[in-house]
Protein backbone atom coordinates (compact mmCIF):
# COMPACT_ATOMS: atom_id res chain seq x y z
CA UNK A 1 0.00 0.00 0.00
CA UNK A 2 2.81 2.26 -0.34
CA UNK A 3 2.84 2.89 -4.06
CA UNK A 4 0.74 5.94 -3.34
CA UNK A 5 3.56 7.81 -0.96
CA UNK A 6 5.94 6.71 -2.68
CA UNK A 7 4.50 8.37 -6.11
CA UNK A 8 3.83 11.78 -3.82
CA UNK A 9 7.56 11.44 -2.04
CA UNK A 10 8.46 12.18 -5.48
CA UNK A 11 6.26 14.98 -6.73
CA UNK A 12 3.96 16.26 -3.77
CA UNK A 13 4.40 19.61 -2.78
CA UNK A 14 0.99 20.40 -1.24
CA UNK A 15 -0.81 18.11 2.05
CA UNK A 16 -3.94 17.42 0.03
CA UNK A 17 -3.14 14.68 -1.88
CA UNK A 18 -0.73 12.43 0.86
CA UNK A 19 -4.12 13.06 3.68
CA UNK A 20 -6.37 12.21 1.21
CA UNK A 21 -3.89 9.00 -0.14
CA UNK A 22 -3.57 8.14 3.78
CA UNK A 23 -7.42 8.21 4.54
CA UNK A 24 -8.25 6.20 0.87
CA UNK A 25 -5.39 3.45 2.03
CA UNK A 26 -7.06 3.36 5.34
CA UNK A 27 -10.57 3.19 4.40
CA UNK A 28 -9.95 0.21 2.05
CA UNK A 29 -7.69 -1.53 4.27
CA UNK A 30 -10.51 -1.10 7.26
CA UNK A 31 -12.94 -2.35 4.93
CA UNK A 32 -11.11 -5.76 3.85
CA UNK A 33 -10.46 -5.83 7.80
CA UNK A 34 -13.65 -5.94 8.46
CA UNK A 35 -14.44 -8.74 6.34
CA UNK A 36 -12.23 -10.79 7.75
CA UNK A 37 -13.61 -10.07 10.89
CA UNK A 38 -17.06 -11.03 9.77
CA UNK A 39 -16.10 -14.32 8.14
CA UNK A 40 -14.41 -15.36 11.66
CA UNK A 41 -17.48 -14.19 13.77
CA UNK A 42 -19.79 -16.45 11.46
CA UNK A 43 -17.58 -18.89 8.88
CA UNK A 44 -20.00 -20.10 6.05
CA UNK A 45 -17.40 -22.22 4.15
CA UNK A 46 -17.09 -19.80 1.25
CA UNK A 47 -13.60 -18.61 1.82
CA UNK A 48 -11.76 -15.35 1.25
CA UNK A 49 -13.89 -13.16 -0.95
CA UNK A 50 -11.55 -13.40 -4.34
CA UNK A 51 -13.32 -9.46 -5.81
CA UNK A 52 -12.73 -7.87 -2.39
CA UNK A 53 -9.17 -9.43 -2.67
CA UNK A 54 -8.18 -8.34 -6.05
CA UNK A 55 -9.64 -4.45 -5.05
CA UNK A 56 -7.33 -4.64 -2.43
CA UNK A 57 -4.68 -5.47 -4.50
CA UNK A 58 -5.07 -3.05 -6.73
CA UNK A 59 -6.11 -0.17 -5.27
CA UNK A 60 -3.06 1.25 -4.72
CA UNK A 61 -2.42 2.30 -7.76
CA UNK A 62 -5.85 3.73 -8.41
CA UNK A 63 -5.47 5.43 -5.23
CA UNK A 64 -2.04 7.19 -6.74
CA UNK A 65 -3.51 7.68 -9.86
CA UNK A 66 -5.96 10.36 -8.49
CA UNK A 67 -3.37 11.58 -5.64
CA UNK A 68 -1.09 12.27 -8.99
CA UNK A 69 -4.18 13.92 -10.67
CA UNK A 70 -5.20 16.00 -7.30
CA UNK A 71 -1.43 17.25 -7.09
CA UNK A 72 -1.41 18.25 -10.82
CA UNK A 73 -4.57 19.96 -10.36
CA UNK A 74 -3.37 22.08 -7.32
CA UNK A 75 0.20 22.35 -9.20
CA UNK A 76 -1.94 24.17 -11.96
CA UNK A 77 -4.22 26.31 -9.30
CA UNK A 78 -1.29 27.94 -7.67
Known amino acids: ?4 MMVLAFRSSSRSPWLWSIL ?20 DGSGVPMGAAALVMLSPFAIAAIAVAMDRWINRKN
Open 1 to 4: MSIP
Open 24 to 43: ATIVVRGWFLSLGIAYQREP
